[in-house]
């Protein structure tokens, strides 16, 4: 069964290059991203990886751990990051799951739970399904899939945008509209009522329709 967003993500024990881990353990208290690779060696993946090593310091900003996995040996793992290093710029700075008997994979309905063996023989088009974005909340529950072909390299600064405007709308009742980023206006959720949303916007909003109530967005510091 695919997960849904709100559902709590699916507890786990895997092998990393930093260790073997208890999932829900390691997630703590924290945000966290945890993305998903069909097979070591493969040419976008490895794009990839060196990409988010690289933008990593803008999740530590957010206090959002990064997880990677692939369905791969956790030693085969440690070779694919020297290749990532040499022709990326940048190696893996984050752990990176080893699933070899596709446990994570079939608990995150990324591979169907019917299939049987473990990773030997499997190809990376037998996994291409296994190309997900999860980010994980708190309190351990999905706020964001996307699921990406295997052609397509993932957009790691939407995913961060992303996270930007899920960390706002968590502390204050609002939403982000189309193409928000961080700074812009955003809207007051519908789930507010105009008597409460004026004792915490005193100088009222821009509502070019009733249902449509525009405000800067709370928590910017002013210059």
């Known amino acids: 069964m695919a997960l849904q967003l709100g559902e709590v993500a699916p507890d786990f024990d895997a092998d990393t290059t930093e260790g073997r881990i208890n999932f829900h353990e390691w997630l703590g208290g924290k ?85 049987d063996g473990t990773c030997d023989g499997r190809t990376a088009a ?20 996307i699921a990406y072909p295997m052609t397509t390299g993932r957009n790691f600064d939407e995913v961060l945008r992303v996270i930007d405007s899920l960390q706002l709308t968590a502390t204050h009742k609002v939403a982000t509209p189309a193409n928000w980023q961080h700074g812009d206006d955003v809207i007051i959720a519908g789930s507010v009522s105009d008597e409460d949303a004026k004792k915490t916007y ?3 909003w821009k509502s070019p329709k009733p249902y449509i109530r525009i405000v800067p967005q709370p928590g910017l510091t002013k210059a």
């Not at 976008?44 to 692939?70: M, N, Q, W």
Request: one cysteine or more.
């Open 31 to 115: 945000w966290a991203v945890l993305f998903s690779h069909p097979k070591d060696f493969t040419p976008v993946c490895t794009t990839e990886l060196g990409y988010l090593a690289r933008l990593k310091p803008e999740f530590d900003k957010r206090h959002v751990k990064l997880i990677g996995l692939s369905v791969d040996p956790v030693d085969k793992h440690e070779t694919w990051a020297r290749d990532i290093h040499e022709t990326q710029g940048y190696a893996p700075n984050f752990p990176l799951i080893g699933d070899t008997d596709l446990a994570v994979s079939k608990k995150y309905g990324m591979l169907p739970a019917s299939i």
């Open 202 to 204: 005193p100088n009222g």
């Open 126 to 145: 037998d996994n291409q399904t296994v190309r997900t974005v999860f980010v994980i909340g708190p309190d351990k529950k999905i706020k964001l899939q």
